[in-house]
C-alpha cells in the first residue's frame, strides 16, 4: 500500500481515479482514522471535477483529457473517469481556537471566524505533512543559503514558518478590508507548485499582513509547479 505519510504528492499528478497508486494512498488516508467510506462527493464542470473527501480533509481536482467535456452535476457512475487525469490537491487543516488566557479577557465566545467551506472538511490526518521543495536558493540576511530539500508541515505551522523556509511568495493576495468582508490571506510559490491559505482572525483585515505572520495554515494547494 502507498504510504500517505511518505509519499510525494507531486507524484500522483496525471493518474486517473481508478489508478491503483491513487488509491492506495486514499485507503491509507482512511485506515489512519478510520473511516467508514472512501466514496467522494463530486463536483463536476465542464473543465474540471472535485472529488471531495470530507473526513480525510482532502479534495482532488482532476482536469478532463482527450476532449472530455463533462456536463455539471455529474454522480460518480456516470463520469468517465478514464478521461479524468489529477491536477491539483487541497489539504485542509481545523487546528482549534486559540484562547485568551488573560485575566481580563471577557467571557463572551470568540466569533466564528472559518467559512462555511472548511467548516465541511476535518483535518489533513498526516502530521507532520512533509512536501518537496524545488532546489532554489533563499535569502538569508548574512548570506545565501541553500533551501531545504522538503519542509515539514504541522497543523500550527505559522505564515512566518512558511515564508522563513520558502522565501517570499511568488504572488500573494487577501486581507484587504474590514475583517468581516475580507478574504484571508494567501501565498504561492509557483515553482514548489503551493499556494497556502492562512486562517483566524490574524489573516484577515486591516494589518493582516502584519498580524498573519502568526496565523497558521487554512488551505494548502498543491499544483504542478509552474517554471
Not at 514558518?161 to 509557483?190: H, M, Y
Request: hydrophobic share 30%.
Amino acid at each position: 500500500m502507498t504510504s500517505a505519510s511518505t509519499i510525494d504528492l507531486k507524484s500522483l499528478f496525471g493518474l486517473k481515479p481508478s489508478s491503483p497508486d491513487l488509491q492506495s494512498y486514499i485507503n491509507s488516508l482512511a485506515s489512519s482514522i478510520p473511516i467508514s467510506t472512501t466514496t467522494p462527493e463530486v463536483k463536476s464542470y465542464s473543465d474540471a471535477v472535485y472529488f471531495n473527501y470530507y473526513s480525510l480533509g482532502l479534495s482532488l481536482l482532476f482536469t478532463p483529457i482527450n476532449d472530455y467535456k463533462p456536463k455539471t452535476g455529474l454522480k460518480l457512475d456516470e463520469l468517465k473517469i478514464e478521461k479524468l487525469a489529477l491536477d491539483g490537491l487541497d489539504l485542509y487543516n481545523n487546528p482549534p481556537p486559540k484562547t485568551n488566557t488573560s485575566a481580563n479577557s471577557s467571557s463572551k465566545p470568540a466569533p466564528k471566524t472559518t467559512s462555511s467551506l472548511t467548516q465541511t472538511y476535518s483535518s489533513y490526518p498526516v502530521n507532520p505533512l512533509v512536501i518537496e521543495l524545488a532546489p532554489l536558493e533563499v535569502k538569508d540576511k548574512e548570506k545565501d543559503k541553500p533551501r531545504p530539500s522538503t519542509f515539514s508541515i504541522t497543523p500550527e505551522t505559522t505564515g512566518k514558518q512558511f515564508v522563513e523556509t520558502l522565501g517570499e511568495p511568488d504572488r500573494k493576495g487577501g486581507g484587504a478590508g474590514p475583517s468581516s468582508g475580507s478574504i484571508n490571506i494567501w501565498c504561492e510559490w509557483s515553482k514548489d507548485g503551493l499556494m497556502v491559505e492562512f486562517g483566524g482572525d490574524e489573516s484577515r483585515g486591516p494589518q493582516a499582513w502584519e498580524r498573519g505572520k502568526d496565523a497558521v495554515w487554512k488551505i494548502i494547494s498543491i499544483f504542478p509547479p509552474k517554471s
